[in-house]
């Protein structure tokens, strides 16, 4: 039996190429890898602007935190002289019910004085 001419069929079946698909087959995670980093790369600093585009985002949000906070107080401010106007007409109602319908509160006495005239 001849055992060269079965080593030489042996030795072509595992033999990778030498040509560029062999680089391909050699280093097929690397490529892929350096294809996913770019596209990234790409992506991020050329589509979307990356670190521009987020400190001008920053600067809006601080913005509006801002202007939400003076909103915030201006509010706090309205509702307190609303209260306060609304105490101030509650006050005349009540005199109003006094003078024209004698209503009282619980708890207060009411006395009446009547004059008569004379005959």
Known sequence: ???????RQTQRRYQKPNSLFGFFYRYWI??????VLVSLFRQNFI?????????NKQSTLDQQISQNQQLSLENQQLRLELAAKSDQK???????AR????????GERYYQISTSTPE
């Open 1 to 7: 039996m001849k055992i060269k001419p079965h080593l």
């Open 30 to 35: 690397s490529i892929i890898l350096m294809v």
């Open 47 to 55: 589509s979307n602007n990356f670190p521009f585009d987020v400190y």
């Open 90 to 96: 509650l006050e005349i109602l009540e005199s109003i």
């Open 99 to 106: 003078q024209k319908f004698g209503l009282i509160k619980s």
